[in-house]
C-alpha cells in the first residue's frame, strides 16, 4: 500500500477546488482545469491533423473518388465537439437510470470547456505541437490518472444514485455505465465526422470497423469500474466477487467458502486503479508511436 499512498495525496492536492472558482462555492479543481486544457488541445491536433491527411491525399489525388470540398471552420463546431466528448456518454446512459445530467444541473463545466476552447482556437495552427512520443508519453500518466477519477469516482456515484433499486444495485449496469460514459462522447463524434475539415457526414467508427474493439479505452473503462467496485464492494455483488478471487489465490474461506473481506477506501482503490490505467496508458502511448506502425497519427489517435 505505501506505493498508493504518494498517488492518493497527489489526487487530494488536484482536487482541491482552485481560485477563482472557489470564491463562489464552485467545485472546480486544478484537475479540471488540466483535463478541460488537455482535452481541448488533444481535440485541436486531431483537427490539425485530420486536415494536413486530407490535403495531403487531395494533393496526390489518392482518393477512390471525389475528394469532399473542406469546410469553413465555425467555433460553434468545435465547441459542439467538446461539450460531445464530455457530455455525450451522459447523455445517452443517465436517461436510462433515471438521474439527471450533470451539465443539467450546473453550467460551470460546460463553460469551463466553451472559455477554454475559445483560448485554444486562438492559437495559431503552427504552434500546435504534433503528437509524438516524447509529448505522449508524460501526458499518458495524466490521462490515466484523470481516467481513473471518471471511471472510479464518478461513475460509480452516478449509478448508485438512481432511484431505481434494481439499475444501482445492478453491477451490469454499473460497467455499462462505465463503457458508456467513458466512450460515449468520441463515438458520437466520430459518428458524425465531427473533427474532419469536411461537412458533417455519417461515417464508421473506428471502434467499429475491423479489430475496432481492441481500442484500450473500451475495454478498460468497464475493466477499470469493476476493479474499483470490487475493492471497495461498491455494490454487494462485488463483495462476493472480492471475496471469491481471494480464494482462488490461496487466501482464507469460511465454512461457506467465503471469507468476508474489508472493502478498501475509495482513495486507495482509485490510487490503485490508477497505478493500472497508467500502465495501460503508457502501452498504448508506446504502441502508437511505435516504429511498427505504419499508419497515420491522426487514425492511431482515433483508434487508439
Known amino acids: 500500500m505505501m506505493v498508493l499512498q504518494p498517488i492518493s495525496a497527489v489526487y487530494r492536492y488536484i482536487l482541491v477546488p482552485v481560485a477563482p472558482f472557489a470564491w463562489f462555492g464552485l467545485k472546480t479543481s486544478t484537475l479540471d ?7 481541448c488541445l488533444a481535440l485541436r491536433q486531431i483537427r490539425e491533423s485530420l486536415k494536413r491527411e486530407h490535403f495531403k491525399r487531395a494533393s496526390g489525388k489518392q482518393s477512390e473518388g471525389v475528394i469532399a470540398a473542406v469546410e469553413s471552420r465555425s467555433f460553434v463546431r468545435d465547441a459542439l465537439t467538446t461539450l460531445v466528448v464530455v457530455y455525450g456518454g451522459e447523455a445517452m446512459i443517465c436517461p436510462y437510470i433515471s438521474v439527471p445530467a450533470s451539465f443539467m444541473l450546473s453550467g460551470t463545466t460546460p463553460l469551463l470547456c466553451l472559455v477554454t476552447q475559445a483560448l485554444v482556437e486562438s492559437i495559431p495552427a503552427p504552434i500546435i505541437p504534433i503528437p509524438s512520443f516524447n509529448t505522449e508519453f508524460p501526458l499518458s500518466i495524466f490521462d490515466a490518472c484523470n481516467r481513473a477519477f471518471l471511471l472510479c469516482s464518478i461513475v460509480p456515484a452516478v449509478v448508485l444514485s438512481s432511484p431505481i433499486a434494481e439499475a444501482s444495485g445492478s453491477p451490469w449496469t454499473l460497467l455499462l455505465s462505465a463503457f458508456v460514459l467513458a466512450n460515449g462522447g468520441f463515438f458520437l463524434v466520430n459518428l458524425f465526422s465531427l473533427l474532419h475539415p469536411t461537412a458533417v457526414a455519417v461515417s464508421t467508427p473506428p471502434e467499429l470497423l475491423p479489430y475496432g474493439w481492441t481500442t484500450t479505452d473500451l475495454w478498460c473503462a468497464p475493466l477499470v469500474t469493476g476493479l ?6 461498491a455494490q454487494p455483488f462485488w463483495a462476493d466477487v472480492h471475496a471469491v478471487l481471494v ?24 490510487a490503485a486503479c490508477a497505478l493500472v490505467l497508467t500502465g495501460l496508458f503508457v502501452m498504448r502511448t508506446a504502441r502508437t508511436f511505435g516504429v511498427s506502425f505504419k499508419n497515420d497519427v491522426a487514425d492511431k489517435i482515433k483508434t487508439n
Request: hydrophobic share 45%; no cysteine.
Open 247 to 270: 480464494g482462488l489465490l490461496g487466501g482464507p474461506v469460511d465454512a461457506e467458502g467465503l471469507e468476508k473481506l474489508q472493502p478498501l477506501d475509495a482513495e486507495t482503490a482509485r
Open 33 to 39: 482545469l488540466l483535463a478541460t486544457i488537455r482535452l
Open 228 to 233: 474499483y467496485a470490487t475493492l471497495t464492494h
